[in-house]
């Protein structure tokens, strides 16, 4: 079987529009979801360490007040 330029010139397009056709379907939307996927990833740690910040700084006001309570006791009984 020969060749001549008309097939190998179809069948050349038919591998570029299958080349693609695949980075279109295939590609482009697994790369997207993968993107989705590390936003998702990195709003979910940033969550995280906001909630665990919120719980350092929230023990932290509650042992400072109890502290300012302490002084201002131990100062009032000073005074008496």
Do not use: W
């Not at 060749?3 to 590609?27: D, E, K, Q, R, T």
């Not at 932290?60 to 007040?65: F, R, W």
């Amino acid at each position: 079987m020969k060749f001549n330029n008309l097939h190998i010139l179809s069948i050349s397009a038919l591998i570029i529009a299958l080349s693609v056709g695949y980075y279109f379907v295939i590609f482009l939307p697994q790369k997207e979801q993968e993107k989705i996927n590390l936003q998702k990833q990195i709003q979910t740690e940033t969550e995280n360490k906001r909630n665990s910040d919120r719980a350092s700084l929230d023990s932290c006001l509650e042992a400072a007040k109890k502290n300012v309570f302490y002084e201002l006791e131990f100062a009032l009984q000073d005074t008496r």
